[in-house]
């Protein structure tokens, strides 16, 4: 009696779970009903949105490919020894990049370790101890306006206040305070996007178990947030790369002499880098050649950047583990 009273009540989970054990046999309708409501409705529309995503895919995958094989199969040939480790010697009329070579690593080098940890500290900062949200806002939208900024005006404003008023001159560490203005609001942003990703539990079991703030940031966030640092480095080092009008005006126009004396002379001396090169050869002198050769250096120098960088994540991650 008790279990039928049990049974019928609609409050009873017995009821409920024995209705939910029910299987239904095959052809009635209410598996029908509920099987074609599972059923995904292929519709032309979404069939042709499909098409399209894949096919611009496909487009922009292919575009990259025939872009590097271009560059490679029209610069390879110019990789002679005498083109790539000696200087240009105006009197002989031979033309060499070595210089220009060893000014791009110098500026690659001296603008990500002046960018890196700035712009990592202001993304911690902002995600996790600022709290004033109005100042985050007005921050994160400089940020954004800075990195829309033209390059041109970086360099006008570079030489007037790294190399004229701070009086560094026109030299290599013009030329890397400048990039640095130019990276940082990308690692920033980037960083902060990182931050923001990592799920919240996180922090809040690393302050169940008595972790400070700044040791979770050490050992649980920057490491959960390391390929958005290490994306931020590699599009840092795509633009440091390929910036020539900028560095015209701050860091010199010509790599002729090869630098000599220790390195932190080399910083304070003037000196073209691999980009500003390909310009002059290929523009101002129409040496299309001469600039393909250099062009497929350019290319070698960030793809083993961009290697090493994640080689180097890969270890730190298999370290913290």
Request: glycine share 8%; with cysteine.
């Amino acid at each position: 009696m008790s279990a039928d009273i049990r049974t019928s009540s609609p409050d009873n989970k017995t009821e409920t779970n024995a209705a939910a054990a029910v299987v239904f046999p095959k052809g009635h309708p209410r598996l029908q009903s509920s099987t074609s409501l599972m059923k995904k409705k292929r519709r032309p529309v979404d069939m042709l949105l499909y098409g399209l995503i894949y096919f611009f895919s496909i487009a922009i995958l292919a575009m990259v490919v025939y872009f590097i094989v271009y560059i490679l199969w029209q610069g390879l040939p110019m990789l002679t020894w005498d083109f790539l480790f000696t200087a240009p010697n105006p009197l002989e009329d031979t033309i060499g990049i070595l210089p220009a070579i060893i000014n791009t690593v110098y500026i690659i080098l001296l603008s990500v370790l002046i960018s890196v940890p700035l712009g990592v500290g202001g993304a911690i900062y902002l995600n996790e101890y600022a709290k004033n949200k109005i100042l985050i806002r007005i921050i994160e939208f400089t940020t954004e306006t800075l990195a829309g900024i033209p390059s041109i005006i970086f360099g006008v404003f570079g030489y007037i206040f790294f190399c004229t008023t701070l009086n560094l001159k026109v030299s290599l560490v013009s030329g890397a305070l400048t990039l640095t203005l130019m990276v940082l609001p990308t690692i920033i942003r980037n960083m902060q996007e990182a931050l923001k990703a990592v799920p919240k539990s996180y922090r809040e079991g690393a302050t169940g178990l008595g972790a400070t703030k700044w040791h979770t940031i050490r050992t649980i966030l920057l490491p959960s947030a390391m390929p958005g640092l290490i994306t931020a480095i590699i599009l840092a080092i795509g633009r440091i790369v390929g910036e020539s009008a900028a560095l015209i005006l701050v860091s010199g126009g010509s790599a002729i002499y090869m630098p000599r004396g220790n390195i932190f002379e080399q910083f304070m001396g003037s000196g073209a880098t691999l980009s500003v090169e390909l310009y002059r050869y290929a523009y101002s002198r129409g040496l299309n050649d001469v600039g393909f050769g250099i062009a497929a250096v350019l290319l070698i120098i960030v793809l083993i950047l961009n290697f090493t960088t994640r080689f180097i994540s890969r270890r730190l991650e298999k370290k913290k583990q």
